[in-house]
T-cell receptor, first 109, second 112 residues
C-alpha cells in the first residue's frame, strides 16, 4: 500500500527553527509537495521537490532524498502566524497526490 | 479574485437528503480535483477531471457520490441520501497539468 508518515504534532518557540519530517512509500514518485493549512482554511502550496537536495524559499526550505523516501520542511525564524498544520504529499506513478495526515505545529512565545 | 471558489461555504442537511456543491477552478487550469477532509487528517482523494473527462474515481467512493464537469470549466459534486459519516470538509483544487494544485476554501458539510 501507499503510505505517508509525518509526526502528528510538534511544538516550537517563536524565533527558533523547526524541522518537520516526512517519510513515504508510494507506487512510483513524481514529486513531493509541502502545503500549509491553518485551522478551518484550505491548504496553501509551500514547496515542491522532484530532485534530491534542498530547495530554499525565504524562511522555508524543503529537502528531498528519493533513495531514502524522505523529506523535511525546515522553518526558520518562527513566527506566531506559522502555527498551522503542515501537509506532505507525494505524486505517485499515476500522478495522483497521496497525502499525509499533517503535522500540527504549535508556536509558543 | 481569480482563485478557486467553492459554493456554498457551509451546508447543513438532514440525513437522507441530497446535496450538491459547486467548484469554479482557476480559469486556465485543465485539471480539477475533489477531496474530502476530516479533522486531523490529510485530504482524501475523491475524483479528478482533466478538462471535461473524469479520469479517476476513488474506489472508496460509494455510488451515492457523483461528480461532473460538463464543459471543462466548473464542476459539481453531488451526494445522494446523505449519511452522518458524510460530514466533512469537501475541498476542490485545480492545477495546470502536473504543476501544484491550488485549493478552494472548501464546503463544510454537516449531516444531522
Amino acid at each position: 500500500g501507499q503510505n505517508i508518515d509525518q509526526p502528528t504534532e510538534m511544538t516550537a518557540t517563536e524565533g527558533a527553527i523547526v524541522q518537520i519530517n516526512c517519510t513515504y512509500q508510494t507506487s512510483g514518485f513524481n514529486g513531493l509537495f509541502w502545503y500549509q493549512q491553518h485551522a478551518g482554511e484550505a491548504p496553501t502550496f509551500l514547496s515542491y521537490n522532484v530532485l534530491d537536495g534542498l530547495e530554499e524559499k525565504g524562511r522555508f526550505s524543503s529537502f528531498l532524498s528519493r533513495s531514502k523516501g524522505y523529506s523535511y520542511l525546515l522553518l526558520k525564524e518562527l513566527q506566531m502566524k506559522d502555527s498551522a498544520s503542515y501537509l506532505c504529499a507525494v505524486k505517485d506513478s499515476n500522478y495522483q497526490l497521496i497525502w499525509g495526515a499533517g503535522t500540527k505545529l504549535i508556536i509558543k512565545p | 479574485d481569480t482563485g478557486v471558489s467553492q459554493d456554498p461555504r457551509h451546508k447543513i442537511t438532514k440525513r437522507g437528503q441530497n446535496v450538491t456543491f459547486r467548484c469554479d477552478p482557476i480559469s486556465e487550469h485543465n485539471r480539477l480535483y475533489w477531496y474530502r477532509q476530516t479533522l486531523g487528517q490529510g485530504p482524501e482523494f475523491l475524483t479528478y477531471f482533466q478538462n471535461e473527462a473524469q479520469l479517476e474515481k476513488s474506489r472508496l467512493l460509494s455510488d451515492r457520490f457523483s461528480a461532473e464537469r460538463p464543459k471543462g470549466s466548473f464542476s459539481t459534486l453531488e451526494i445522494q441520501r446523505t449519511e452522518q459519516g458524510d460530514s466533512a470538509m469537501y475541498l476542490c483544487a485545480s492545477s495546470l497539468a502536473d504543476t501544484e494544485a491550488f485549493f478552494g476554501q472548501g464546503t463544510r458539510l454537516t449531516v444531522v
